[in-house]
């Protein structure tokens, strides 16, 4: 798992790297909306990521939050850098 995005509508966006390719995956809590991945497994992978958290959090124009990004750091590129 590379990276989970959870909006505050209560979707839920996981990526899965394999065999060089990143797999995205999905749970809606609108029934309107095509899902490929049952609420509490996707609510388990979101919070069960490496230690290693790299969080960004989006707003909207009001201020409000509107989802959030986790993902695993990539210390390796910035010790390069």
Known sequence: MVGVRKYS??????????????TEYKYSSNSKISDNFPKE???TLASTL?????IEIYFNENGNPTH??????????????
């Open 9 to 22: 509508n209560g979707d839920i966006e996981i990526d899965f790297y394999h065999q060089d390719e990143i």
């Open 68 to 81: 959030i990004e986790l993902e695993e750091c990539d210390y390796d590129n910035d010790e390069e850098n």
């Open 50 to 54: 490496a230690s290693d958290i790299c």
């Open 41 to 43: 497994l996707a609510e």
